[in-house]
T-cell receptor, first 113, second 114 residues
Framework: DAGVTQSPTHLIKTRGQHVTLRCSPISGHKSVSWYQQVLGQGPQFIFQYYEKEERGRGNFPDRFSARQFPNYSSELNVNALLLGDSALYLC????????????FGQGTRLTVV | GENVEQHPSTLSVQEGDSAVIKCTYSDSASNYFPWYKQELGKGPQLIIDIRSNVGEKKDQRIAVTLNKTAKHFSLHITETQPEDSAVYFCAARDSGGGADGLTFGKGTHLIIQP
């Protein structure tokens, strides 16, 4: 079985641009969460989606948005990119809404110049 | 919100020795505590987890202990091997509030010396 897949693996964008990152969860998993990992730090929670509904949001500005599709894949969108948005963006897949293990993809390395 | 502190930030041990990484958390409502291993260029890999109704859990060379009263939990790796070298993260989660987001510590860089 395929694990969590994310695309693209690397991305370079210019300040002020917009970016879309994509995630496909493990087959059968209905929950997708997004995390931002800045170099040298632990991942920080951005969003959780379950059955296409947002279930939670971390402390991130409105420039960050996400959605989940009927096939449970998800997109993370970031508008008006700042240099500080440079990070590894991780997607985590879980079977249910709460209380189940989270499995991470390899991440998308975003560099904002 | 939850705050997770992790120590040490770097740990160097001789191959074959044991390694212990410690974490404390602030929110007494947290009830799930996973540990992740992250190798260079990869996403975090779940290696073991523990729930608040259990005090200790073991999986081969890896064990986790939880003290809910003191709000701390630890990862123990015995008979360390070169492939154990990586960054380890602890995390905590309170699933009662609706969202299921994990709060991570800052990580421990484990170095296994040959």
């Amino acid at each position: 079985d395929a694990g969590v897949t994310q695309s693209p693996t690397h991305l370079i964008k210019t300040r002020g641009q917009h970016v879309t990152l994509r995630c496909s969860p493990i087959s059968g998993h209905k929950s997708v969460s997004w995390y931002q990992q800045v170099l040298g730090q632990g991942p920080q929670f951005i969003f959780q989606y379950y059955e296409k509904e947002e279930r939670g949001r971390g402390n991130f500005p409105d420039r960050f948005s996400a959605r989940q599709f009927p096939n449970y894949s998800s997109e993370l969108n970031v508008n008006a990119l700042l240099l500080g948005d440079s990070a590894l963006y991780l997607c985590a897949s879980s079977l249910g809404a709460v209380g189940t293990e989270a499995f991470f993809g390899q991440g998308t390395r975003l560099t904002v110049v | 919100g939850e705050n997770v502190e992790q120590h040490p930030s770097t740990l160097s041990v001789q191959e074959g020795d044991s390694a212990v990484i410690k974490c404390t958390y602030s929110d007494s409502a947290s009830n799930y505590f996973p540990w992740y291993k992250q190798e260079l260029g990869k996403g975090p890999q779940l290696i073991i987890d523990i729930r608040s109704n259990v005090g200790e859990k073991k999986d081969q060379r890896i064990a986790v202990t939880l003290n809910k009263t003191a709000k701390h939990f630890s990862l123990h790796i015995t008979e360390t091997q070169p492939e154990d070298s990586a960054v380890y993260f602890c995390a905590a989660r309170d699933s009662g509030g609706g969202a299921d987001g994990l709060t991570f510590g800052k990580g421990t860089h484990l170095i296994i010396q040959p």
